[in-house]
């Protein structure tokens, strides 16, 4: 049984787990070559950690999801709304934060289109999805996963949506062995919490990764840096009216 947005029903997946705290570090260093913070919109917001990630980096952010229960358990105002229908006014968002969303989106082209809609000119997009097919495993399904991406796949689903890449970059290489004959030794979400130690031994061979040049390596997940040209007009798509 899973939530709206994917997350599995029951015990909770450890959340502050060495991937989300890499992941976090990520998004610091995203968020610092930004320049000044504006307005942001997390989509599919999670249990709201990195909504207040943002809102600590003094971005006014707007936190979305299908099912906005677990922001809220921790505290975190976030809305209800449906990926492919933002109740957001057309370019108006200065970053839009969609990271393991998509790849829980039936609908993923209309997904990134409204990512582009919301943008202003110019605005940022990061994008996280879950790569390689060839992972696909019951994790991916009590993850809510509806597809992996693979990096034609992603890059044609973004440009396609009128998004210019700025870079796209694999993560999780080093463990991508590890990941791999794991997931297909557990059924479903792995739950298990680890070892204070063997939790800093793996967050410590991911940040390996910013030493080595190994982005052009397949890992378990595609990141992607984008932004809306500049050149371009607010689209007027009408933005849905909810009661």
């Known amino acids: 049984m899973h939530t709206l947005d994917g997350r599995p029903a029951g015990p909770a997946h450890p959340r502050d787990a060495w991937w989300y705290r890499e992941r976090r570090a990520i998004l610091s260093r995203e968020l610092r070559r930004l320049g000044p913070p504006g307005h942001a919109a997390h989509l599919g917001c999670g249990d709201g950690r990195d909504t207040l990630q943002l809102r600590g980096n003094g971005w006014r952010t707007t936190a979305l999801a299908p099912d906005p229960s677990a922001a809220l358990a921790l505290g975190v105002d976030a809305l209800r709304a449906d ?8 370019g108006t968002i200065d970053l839009a934060v969609a990271f393991d ?3 829980r989106v039936e ?5 990134a289109a409204e990512i582009t809609r919301v943008l202003r000119p110019g605005g940022t997009a990061l994008v996280a999805v879950p790569h390689d097919m060839r992972l696909w495993s019951t994790h991916d399904l009590a993850a809510g996963h509806v597809r992996r991406y693979g990096r034609d796949a992603l890059t044609a689903l973004l440009t396609g949506a009128g998004l210019v890449i700025e870079r796209l970059w694999n993560w999780n290489v080093l463990l991508r062995p590890l990941a791999r004959l794991r997931r297909h030794h557990v059924a479903g979400w792995e739950t298990r919490t680890r070892h204070p130690a063997a939790d800093r031994v793996l967050g410590w ?3 390996a990764e910013d030493l080595l040049p ?3 390596l397949s890992g378990t997940t595609l990141i992607v840096r984008a932004h809306r040209p500049p050149e371009a007009h607010p689209l007027t798509h009408d933005v849905p009216q909810h009661p």
């Open 101 to 103: 969303i998509l790849a």
């Open 214 to 216: 190994l982005h052009g």
């Open 205 to 207: 061979i991911v940040q």
């Open 107 to 111: 609908n993923d082209h209309a997904a």
């Open 83 to 90: 990926m492919c229908h933002l109740p957001l006014p057309s």
